[in-house]
């Protein structure tokens, strides 16, 4: 019996080792060709490095990973759905190499330090497409943070379904966007999901009842259902959009909302198309304050707005480990969970030795983290003939945001509680979303 434990477990160490696959660079994005053999010092100091950090950050499905330096130490910061986790740690000189490797690789000059340099580079892992965005900047004490920001080009999240947007709000998209008139935005932060869910439902619309065009700038995120508007050189935005009005176009689709002046245009001429985009902001509330002071015009604001859609990312449990639980009756009541809800779900733990305390290996599908990939939680604002009526007379968003609650509207609560009582998210992922803004 002896034997045969020990005989195991050395056996399954090394074996795990070696197993290690590593990332393999396959050259920059800006199309550089990094000199390796002029750099021969660096890449024998930093590649390797440099791989093994790329690949424990790829094979523990971090979207992010920072790599900061202060005093003798650096510390790697994995951010897996958007949650930061402790990476390695590594002695100065190690990381040094590393962000001088990659900015190599990357085809940024490697040698350049105290400025802010971006780039990307082609990788695979396990047999997956990646691309990998660089950011480098100079930080205190003549140090460099270094950011990368990894992309799986074969996942899937695109369409409405893959997106978890409930068949209610395509239909709510449809019907907006069927009108052929009014400003539909898609609001919100920076990594609140807003582009990603912006494309989503730009595929959801139909295109056997709606012709749809773009003149957003061309993007890597195809949607094959909204055909590209040649722009006529020397025309004017304004121009642009009139020509695409009288091409009988239902649906524009154009770049994010940023300015007043484009503000005024779209929200103009929405009388006789329906336009979409992003719009950064906080919220809906935010959004429709910013519009109202772009173009100290409410009136015009109420008449044209007719959308806001704004997403929150939220972790899903891994349905692998996750625990079931019944909710205590009390619970449900003070959440506002439909009081009939027989099971709820929370995060999976390890299983531990109920006599020796020893706690097991981690669940080998979502490594123990209990959540595996995100979904959307889409609020929806429409402006309902009663919330016209508020933006008009200039109402404070928290007042907007009330008549939507009471009318019934869709919003993140609402929306959060279902993914809760569906088993799709926890209680504590939600709180820990809301908390996080
Ligand atoms: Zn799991």
């Avoid at 910013?290 to 100290?296: A, D, E, I, N």
């Avoid at 704004?310 to 480990?321: A, G, V």
């Avoid at 097991?360 to 016209?388: K, N, Q």
């Avoid at 019934?408 to 009582?421: D, H, Y």
Wanted: glycine share 8%; hydrophobic share 40%; aromatic share 6%.
């Amino acid at each position: 019996m002896i034997f045969g434990l020990f005989g195991g477990g050395k056996s399954d160490q090394p074996d795990d080792e070696e197993e290690m696959e590593l990332v393999a660079f396959q050259g920059a994005l800006n199309g550089k060709a990094a000199d390796l053999k002029a750099n021969a010092r660096l890449v024998e100091a930093g590649l390797v490095p440099a791989k093994e950090m790329v690949s424990e950050a790829l094979s523990r499905r971090a979207e992010m990973i920072r790599l900061e330096t202060k005093g003798d130490r650096a510390a790697a910061t994995l951010f897996i759905d958007g949650v930061a986790y402790a990476g390695q740690r590594y002695p100065r000189q190690q990381a040094t190499a590393i962000v001088q490797m990659i900015k190599l690789l990357a085809g940024l000059d490697h040698k350049l330090k105290g400025r802010h340099q971006e780039g990307g580079l082609k990788a695979e892992f396990t047999e997956l497409p990646y691309e990998i965005r660089v950011e480098v900047t100079p930080v205190a004490e003549g140090q460099e943070r270094l950011v990368l920001k990894f992309r799986n080009l074969k996942e899937k999240m695109s369409t409405p379904e893959e997106l978890g947007i409930p068949p209610e709000t395509k239909q709510k998209l449809r019907d907006v966007c069927g009108g052929k008139h009014g400003l539909v935005l898609v609001v919100g932060p920076p990594f609140s999901g807003v582009t990603t869910t912006y494309y989503g439902l730009l595929r959801g619309i139909d295109v056997y009842l709606h012709a749809a065009f773009t003149i957003a700038a061309p993007s890597d995120r195809d949607v094959y259902n909204i055909s590209r508007f040649e722009v006529n050189e020397g025309d004017s935005f304004e121009q642009t959009c009139r020509r695409m009005i009288r091409s009988e176009a239902d649906i524009i689709s154009v770049d994010p909302l940023r300015d007043g002046e484009t503000a005024k245009t779209l929200l103009e001429l929405a009388e006789n198309v329906c336009f979409i985009c992003e719009m950064p902001a906080k919220d809906s509330g935010a959004a429709i304050e910013q519009l109202v002071k772009w173009t100290s015009d409410p009136q015009l604001v109420s008449t044209s707005l007719d959308a806001i859609f704004s997403p929150k990312l939220i972790r899903k449990l891994c349905t692998e480990c996750r625990e079931a639980f019944r909710p205590n009756p009390k619970l449900l009541t003070k959440m506002g969970l439909p009081d009939d809800l027989k099971v709820m779900y929370r995060k999976g733990e390890p299983p531990t030795d109920p006599k020796t305390g020893e706690v097991g290996e981690p669940c080998a599908r979502c490594d123990g983290v209990g959540y595996l990939g995100r979904t959307v939680m889409l609020e929806v604002l429409e402006i309902t003939p009663d919330i016209r009526e508020l933006i008009a007379k200039g109402a404070p968003p928290d007042q907007i945001k009330a008549k939507a609650r009471a009318e019934g509207q869709t919003t993140f609560q609402k929306e959060g509680l279902r993914l809760v009582a569906e088993g799709i998210t926890s209680l504590e992922e939600l709180q820990r979303v809301f908390k996080a803004g």
